[in-house]
C-alpha cells in the first residue's frame, strides 16, 4: 500500500500544479495592478469569468459552424477571448479607476467592488443563472507510472495548462525587464510622477497593465472552462479572492512572487482536499495566508517597504 | 472641442461597446440537453451602441458647457464657492442639525399616518444597516482601518443568540451582551496578528475570515445547522411580557399589561424602537469615545501612524481596541437580526453585505455619522423600490456604487475633520482661518 500512497501523492502533486498555474495566471493581474497603482483590483476576478464565459460561448459557436479541429478550435477561441477580455479590463479602467485616481486610498476599493457586482449581474442577466457546461475536446492522458492499485496520469489538457502558463510566464518576464513597455512600467511602479517628467505616458502604461492582466485572465478562464467544463457567473469571486492570496502569499508587487503563491495556493487547496477534508479547503488556504502574514508580513518574495516620512 | 471631435469621440465609445457587448449580449447560450445552442441576438447589440453614444455625446457636451459656464464665473467673481465645496461644508455642519432631525423622525414615524407594516419592516431593515454603517464607522472611518469581512462579526452574533436563546433558554437581554462579546474576541483575535501588519493585508485578510466563517457555518451542522441554518428562535418578549393572542399560563401578554386590543403590529413597533434604541446607543457612544485619549488616537492614526509612534500611542493596541469595538457593536445587530427574523442560515452572511456594509460608510463620507444614515437609506431603500425590476436592481446597486465614487469619492456628506483642534477656527493666534 506504500507504493499506492506515493502515486497518490504524486497525482494530487499534478492536480495541484494545474490549479495553481490557473491561479497565478491571475495573480499576476492583481499583483501588477496593486505595484503599479497600489490598489487591490476587485474586479479582476469578475474579468476572470468573463474570460471564461467567452471560451464557453466561442466554442459553441464554433462547434455550430463545424470548426471541430481543437488546435484550431483553441487558438481561435484564446485570440477572441484575450482580446474581448483584454478590452473589457480596459474599460473598466477607463470607467472606474481612472477617474477616482489620486483621490484617498479607499475610494477605487469601493468603486472596484461595485464593478464586480455589476459585472457579476450583468453576465447573469446577459447569459442566465445556470451552470453552462462545455463538452470536453481534449481527452485521453499519459499514464506515467502504473501501480497495481492507483495508476498516476497527467492528462493532455493538464500538459497543455502547465506548458501555456510556463510559456505565458516566460513571455511576461521578458516582456517586463527587456521592453519598452516593461520599463515604462517599471517606472511608473518606482515614481509616477518623476516617470510622467521623463516622457512616460504613465496613463497609457497604466492603462496597458489593466489590459494585460485581463488577457491573462482571459487564458486562465480559457483553461478553467475547458478543464472543470462547467461555467457559471460566480465563479469569478472565489477564483479572484484565492489568486489575491496567492498575490499576497508571494509578496505583491512581485511577479515571480504571483507566480510562486499561484502554484502554492493550487497545492495547498490539492493536498487539503485529498488529505483532510475538501469542505474546508478555502479555510486552509486563508490560515496559511494568515500564518505566512505574522511571520513573513511582505509575502515570501516582497522586499520589505520602508515607510517614509 | 469641436463638433467632429465630439461625434468622433462618441462613435469611439460606441464602437467599444459594441465589441464588449458582441461575445455577452449578442449570442445567447441555450440549453438543449447535449452541447448548448446559441441564439442571437443583435438587436440588442445596436441599442447598446446607441445608448453609449448618446450617453457619451451628452456627457461630453454637459461637461464642456460646464467648464465654460465656470471659466466666465471665475472670471466675473474670483472668490465664488465651488458647487461641489458647498456639500463639504454642510456635511460639516450635517452632524449638528441633521441628526437631531433625523432621530425626531425616526422617534414619531410608526405613528405617522402612512406608517403600516411594510413601511415599518422597512425602516428596521433601514435601523439594523445604520446600526451596522455607524459599527463599521468606528472601524473604518475613525481609525481607518479597511476592514472587508466585518459581516462575520455580524454572523457570531447572530449565531450565539440562537444557540444560547435556543439550547439554553436565555433571554435577549442576557444574550446581547453574551453576543457583543463573542464578537468582540474574534475582533481580537482575528486582530492581533494582523493589525501590526500595513492597511491592504487587513482588509484582505478580513475578507478571508469573513469566507472561513461562512464556509465554517454550512459545514458544522450540529451546531449551525449547516446550509439550512437554524430556525424557530425565540421572538424577543417586551422585558418578559410576550407579544402574543393568548399567552402561556401564569404570563401576562403585552396587549393585557396595558390593556389593548391584540395586534400583530405591538411586535413590529416594539422591534423598530428596540434597534431605534440599540442604533442610538451606538451613536452615544460613537460621539462620546471621539471626544476620549483613545478616540482621539485613533483620527490621529488614521492621519499619520509615524507621528503616533513618535508621540508614544501603540499602534497595535489602538487599532485593536477600535477593531473589537466594531466587531461588538456588529454582534449586537446580529443578535437584534437572529431574534426579528426567527430564522437564520449562512445565505444573510454573504460577502455582498460586507461590501453593503463598507459602501454605506464610504458613501455616506467616511466618519460622518449623519452621512451613514442617509447612505443607508438610500443603498436599503433603492433595492425595494427597484424591485419590480428584481433582476437588475443588484446591477443598478453595483452600477451606482461606482457612479457615487467617481462623482464623489469623498462620500455624500464629507467629513475627515478632526475632531479636536488645536486653534479652533478663528482663535488662532494672530487672527483668520488656521
Not at chain 1, 478543464?227 to 498575490?247: M, P, Q, R, S, W
Request: aromatic fraction near 12%; proline fraction near 4%; glycine fraction near 12%.
Amino acid at each position: 500500500m506504500i507504493g499506492g500512497a506515493l502515486e497518490y501523492f504524486l497525482q494530487q502533486l499534478i492536480n495541484g500544479l494545474t490549479l495553481g498555474a490557473v491561479y497565478a495566471l491571475i495573480a499576476i493581474g492583481y499583483t501588477m495592478v496593486y505595484g503599479i497603482i497600489g490598489m487591490i483590483n476587485f474586479a479582476h476576478g469578475e474579468i476572470y469569468m468573463i474570460g471564461a464565459f467567452i471560451a464557453v460561448i466561442t466554442f459553441s459557436i464554433l462547434g455550430i459552424v463545424g470548426v471541430t479541429w481543437v488546435p484550431l478550435a483553441l487558438l481561435i477561441v484564446l485570440i477572441v477571448s484575450m482580446i474581448i477580455t483584454g478590452l473589457y479590463g480596459w474599460t473598466v479602467e477607463r470607467i472606474a479607476y481612472r477617474p477616482l485616481r489620486g483621490s484617498f486610498r479607499l475610494a477605487p476599493l469601493i468603486s472596484a467592488i461595485g464593478m464586480s457586482i455589476f459585472l457579476q449581474n450583468y453576465v447573469q442577466i446577459a447569459q442566465g443563472a445556470k451552470i453552462k457546461p462545455l463538452q470536453p475536446m481534449i481527452r485521453g492522458g499519459i499514464e506515467l507510472i502504473k501501480g497495481e492499485t492507483f495508476s498516476v496520469t497527467i492528462s493532455y489538457l493538464q500538459l497543455i495548462i502547465m506548458a501555456m502558463t510556463l510559456v505565458l510566464m516566460l513571455g511576461f518576464s521578458y516582456l517586463i525587464s527587456a521592453t519598452p513597455l516593461g520599463r515604462a512600467q517599471r517606472a511608473c511602479e518606482q515614481d509616477r510622477t518623476m516617470a510622467s517628467l521623463l516622457g512616460v505616458n504613465a496613463d497609457r502604461t497604466i492603462s496597458l497593465t489593466f489590459v494585460l492582466g485581463a488577457v491573462l485572465a482571459a487564458v486562465a478562464g480559457v483553461m478553467v472552462s475547458l478543464y472543470y467544463g462547467v461555467v457559471d457567473f460566480y465563479i469569478g469571486f472565489l477564483a479572484g479572492l484565492k489568486a489575491f492570496t496567492a498575490a499576497v502569499l508571494g509578496g505583491i508587487g512581485s511577479l515571480p512572487g504571483a507566480m510562486l503563491g499561484g502554484l502554492l495556493i493550487g497545492l495547498i487547496e490539492a493536498f487539503w482536499s485529498a488529505y483532510f477534508s475538501i469542505e474546508y479547503k478555502d479555510v486552509a488556504v486563508f490560515t496559511i495566508l494568515v500564518v505566512v502574514l505574522i511571520f513573513r508580513p511582505t509575502g515570501l518574495l516582497g522586499r520589505p517597504e520602508v515607510e517614509k516620512v | 472641442m469641436t463638433v467632429a471631435e465630439r461625434l468622433k469621440d462618441a462613435i469611439m465609445a460606441a464602437a467599444v461597446a459594441a465589441l464588449l457587448a458582441l461575445p455577452l449580449i449578442g449570442f445567447e447560450t441555450v440549453d438543449t440537453g447535449g452541447p448548448l445552442g446559441i441564439k442571437t441576438r443583435f438587436d440588442y447589440i445596436a441599442y447598446a451602441a446607441i445608448v453609449v453614444f448618446l450617453g457619451r455625446l451628452g456627457m461630453r457636451i454637459a461637461f464642456d458647457w460646464r467648464r465654460s459656464y465656470r471659466e466666465r464665473i471665475v472670471q466675473a467673481e474670483p472668490t465664488n464657492i465651488d458647487r461641489k465645496e458647498l456639500l463639504t461644508v454642510l456635511g460639516q455642519k450635517a452632524d449638528k442639525w441633521l441628526m437631531p432631525v433625523m432621530i425626531g423622525f425616526a422617534i414619531v414615524m410608526p405613528f405617522l399616518p402612512f406608517a403600516n407594516r411594510t413601511v415599518i419592516d422597512l425602516g428596521t431593515v433601514v435601523l439594523i444597516y445604520v446600526m451596522l454603517g455607524w459599527g463599521l464607522n468606528i472601524v473604518v472611518g475613525l481609525a481607518g482601518l479597511l476592514d472587508l469581512g466585518y459581516v462575520a462579526f455580524y454572523a457570531v452574533g447572530a449565531y450565539t443568540f440562537a444557540t444560547l436563546s435556543m439550547h439554553f433558554g436565555f433571554g435577549f437581554w442576557e444574550t446581547l451582551p453574551l453576543a457583543g462579546l463573542l464578537a468582540a474576541t474574534f475582533g481580537v483575535v482575528l486582530g492581533f496578528p494582523v493589525l501590526r501588519l500595513r492597511g491592504d493585508y487587513l482588509a484582505i485578510v478580513t475578507l478571508g475570515f469573513g469566507e472561513i466563517i461562512r464556509v465554517i457555518l454550512l459545514n458544522w451542522q450540529p451546531v449551525t445547522g449547516g446550509p439550512a441554518g437554524i430556525s424557530g428562535i425565540p421572538r424577543p418578549s417586551f422585558f418578559g411580557f410576550p407579544f402574543s393572542a393568548d399567552p402561556p399560563e401564569g404570563a401576562t401578554a403585552f396587549h393585557q399589561l396595558f390593556g389593548l386590543e391584540y395586534a400583530s403590529i405591538h411586535r413590529i413597533i416594539f422591534l423598530y424602537y428596540l434597534i431605534l434604541a440599540l442604533a442610538l446607543v451606538t451613536n452615544l457612544f460613537t460621539m462620546r469615545i471621539r471626544k476620549l485619549p483613545v478616540g482621539r488616537a485613533w483620527e490621529a492614526l488614521r492621519e499619520d501612524e509615524i507621528a503616533c509612534t513618535a508621540l508614544g500611542i501603540n499602534p497595535t493596541n489602538t487599532k485593536l481596541t477600535a477593531f473589537a469595538i466594531g466587531a461588538m457593536f456588529g454582534g449586537f445587530a446580529g443578535s437584534f437580526f437572529a431574534t426579528r427574523q426567527g430564522f437564520i442560515s449562512p445565505e444573510s452572511f454573504s460577502f455582498i453585505e460586507s461590501a453593503v456594509i463598507l459602501a454605506i460608510v464610504v458613501l455616506g463620507g467616511m466618519g460622518s455619522q449623519a452621512g451613514i444614515v442617509l447612505a443607508a437609506a438610500f443603498l436599503t431603500l433603492l433595492p425595494e423600490v427597484a424591485r419590480e425590476f428584481s433582476l437588475f436592481r443588484m446591477l443598478a446597486f453595483g452600477a451606482a456604487m461606482v457612479l457615487i465614487m467617481v462623482w464623489r469619492p469623498q462620500g455624500l456628506l464629507a467629513h475627515r475633520e478632526p475632531t479636536m483642534r488645536l486653534h479652533p477656527a478663528g482663535t488662532k493666534p494672530g487672527g483668520g482661518k488656521p
